[in-house]
């Protein structure tokens, strides 16, 4: 069966860097992309980016472009997410979620992680 | 940006009970429109995918409906497990928006 499996909660100091992964088992880690999602606590859930496993072309949300870094290792089946200048407002859990098809559709989520940034 | 609104933002209903959550685009989406519900501390869960498809595993209780810019959630007949938050989200364009959310009580 399709899992995905995250790496273990996170503290982190203000203005340091995070970086979460993600493996991938019970598909073709290459035919289907991988997306990122985060939810601040009790807030709702904000769409951070996508990559593509294939080649690894990525797409951010904005508000992140320059402190985030999307990345996979085929040979692994891992996909990472590396956040960096983390800020307080940045205190969330972590989702990856397989993206699958033209509809982009997010068929498989991850267990989350929670990161934590505080001084 | 697509803004994605969903209506209400919450609503109390009881075991057996239909239930109607709706979501508006800011602009067109065509059919790219995925509902997902989340209990607390779980990942999110797919539930309806391009509009109106189910995915395997999901119960026929649910059903999407909508194009363009105005769609719904429906499940036909409320049960204890359903208690939770729903979430539509627009995979027509970058950056792939989210509602704010429709949480689910017990009435």
């Known amino acids: 069966q399709v899992q995905l499996v995250q790496s273990g909660a996170e503290v982190k100091k203000p203005g340091a860097s995070v970086k979460v992964s993600c493996k991938a088992s019970g598909y073709t880690f290459t035919t289907y992309g991988i997306s990122w999602v985060r939810q601040a606590p009790g807030q709702g859930l904000e769409w951070m980016g996508w990559?593509?496993?294939?080649?690894?072309?990525?797409n951010y949300a904005q508000k992140l472009q320059g402190r985030v870094t999307m990345t996979t290792d085929t040979s692994t089946s891992t996909a990472y997410m590396e956040l960096r200048s983390l800020r307080s407002d940045d205190t969330a859990v972590y989702y990856c979620?397989?993206?699958?098809?033209?509809?982009?559709?997010?068929?498989?989520w991850g267990q989350g992680t929670l990161v934590t940034v505080s001084s | 940006d697509i803004q994605m609104t969903q209506s209400p933002s919450s609503l109390s209903a009881s075991v057996g009970d239909r239930v109607t959550i709706t979501c508006r685009a800011s602009q067109s989406i065509s059919s790219y429109l995925n509902w997902f519900q989340q209990k607390p501390g779980k990942p999110p869960k797919l539930l309806i995918y391009a509009a109106s498809s189910l995915p395997s595993g999901v119960p026929s209780r649910f059903s999407g409906s909508g194009s363009g810019t105005d769609f719904t959630l429906t499940i036909s007949s409320l049960q204890p497990e359903d208690f939770a938050t729903y979430y539509c989200?627009?995979?027509?364009?970058?950056?792939?928006?989210f509602g704010q959310g429709t949480k689910v009580e017990i009435k």
């Open positions: 990559i593509s496993t294939y080649n690894g072309n990525t």
């Open positions: 989200q627009q995979s027509y364009s970058t950056p792939r928006t």
């Open positions: 979620a397989r993206d699958s098809g033209s509809y982009h559709v997010l068929d498989n």
